[in-house]
């Protein structure tokens, strides 16, 4: 009995990391394209309001998007620069996220 829900459980948790996993895949497939300047923030939460930020980016930028996170009125995009710096940017600033599969 206790070894049915030892396979159970882990077989669920191997499940929820296959969709965990399937979602940052999803998320690293989008592109950015700078428009204008953006601002780089350490973290997504608090909403910047309260934060300076570490980093501005500016359209000749390229970096690759690693998570994507929605909080309400606003999405948050986890971006790292081809010089290694990581930080988020958010919905509203001068940019366009696309997907790679819509060339």
Do not use: H
Request: net charge positive.
């Amino acid at each position: 009995m206790i070894k049915k829900v030892l396979i159970a459980i882990v077989g669920l948790f191997l499940i929820m990391m296959c969709f965990l996993a399937y979602d940052i895949y999803q998320d690293r497939q989008n592109k950015i394209i700078f428009t204008g300047t953006v601002p780089v923030y350490a973290d997504w939460e608090p909403y910047p309001k309260d934060q300076q930020p570490i980093l501005i980016l500016s359209t000749e930028e390229i970096v690759k998007v690693k998570r994507i996170r929605y909080g309400k009125d606003y999405m948050a995009i986890s971006v790292e620069t081809q010089n290694g710096q990581s930080g988020w940017i958010f919905s509203g600033y001068s940019f366009n996220l696309t997907s790679r599969s819509n060339k």
